[in-house]
């Protein structure tokens, strides 16, 4: 009798042990449902066959595009002749019924020079006198303001969500006197900064940087042989949200 009550008890435990490995209890916190979402948007935007790549780089080229503006900064000396000539790359991503708002970095703006021209150049080729709307050196960026003409461009969105790292993503560039470079890459996050796997030129710094549903996740800060080094937009929000209705 008491070898069958053992046995009896023994089983209970192992049913138990059993019943307790099926318990799965669902992670509720705000950083687990973010990735959550975050994985959500990457499986429902991949590019999974030909046909969808064709028209995610057919809307880059014909829309997309025209968010993004060639800058021109020129120094000049006492009689207004130019002396020193450096291009960046722009992106449209706010205007108003006044202005053009163009996002770039802060190594284009040149605070020190007492005369100093900045044109920004649009995918159709316009060239068209800008003026320097906000900068802050800290954070390595710059906002150029042009008057508004009656061009149709694009205003580009942003992301709510980074990539996730291997992800593919976009950039889009301009590097003088070429214009609308397009380069596919790999989305990395590490060290709490974000990086694009593509070679690039110090002509786009400043160019965006999208992902699979074309939202700029940020634009080029930096840039090596193998890497670029992105400033992405929750610094880009800190910057430009107490400035403009964004």
């Not at 722009?90 to 021209?117: A, C, E, M, P």
């Not at 320097?132 to 709510?160: P, Q």
């Amino acid at each position: 009798m008491k070898k069958i009550s053992l046995l009896i008890m023994f089983l209970a435990l192992t049913l138990v042990i059993q019943g307790c490995q099926l318990l799965v209890f669902e992670e509720n916190t705000f950083e687990y449902r973010q990735l959550s979402d975050q994985y959500n948007e990457y499986v429902m935007n991949d590019i999974i066959n030909f046909d969808d790549f064709m028209s995610f780089m057919n809307e880059a080229s014909n829309v997309t595009a025209t968010s993004v503006f060639m800058i021109e900064t020129d120094i000049l000396d006492v009689f207004n002749r130019v002396t020193t000539t450096y291009h960046g790359t722009g992106t449209l991503f706010f205007d108003d019924v006044s202005y053009l708002y163009i996002l770039t970095t802060f190594q284009v703006i040149d605070l020190n020079s007492r005369r100093v021209h900045y044109f920004v150049t649009d995918a159709y080729g316009e060239k068209m006198p800008a003026e320097i709307f906000a900068a802050d050196s800290t954070l390595g960026l710059g906002i150029l303001r042009v008057d508004r003409n009656s061009k149709d461009y694009e205003v580009i969105n942003f992301a709510s969500y980074l990539p996730l790292s291997d992800e593919l993503v976009l950039m889009i560039s301009d590097s003088f006197p070429t214009q609308n470079i397009q380069k596919l890459g790999y989305f990395l996050y590490q060290d709490e900064t974000s990086y694009m796997e593509v070679t690039s030129s110090q002509n786009a710094n400043g160019a965006p940087i999208f992902n699979l549903k074309l939202e700029m996740i940020g634009i080029q800060y930096l840039y090596g042989d193998t890497y670029v080094q992105i400033i992405d937009y929750n610094t880009i929000d800190d910057f430009i949200r107490p400035l403009l209705p964004i």
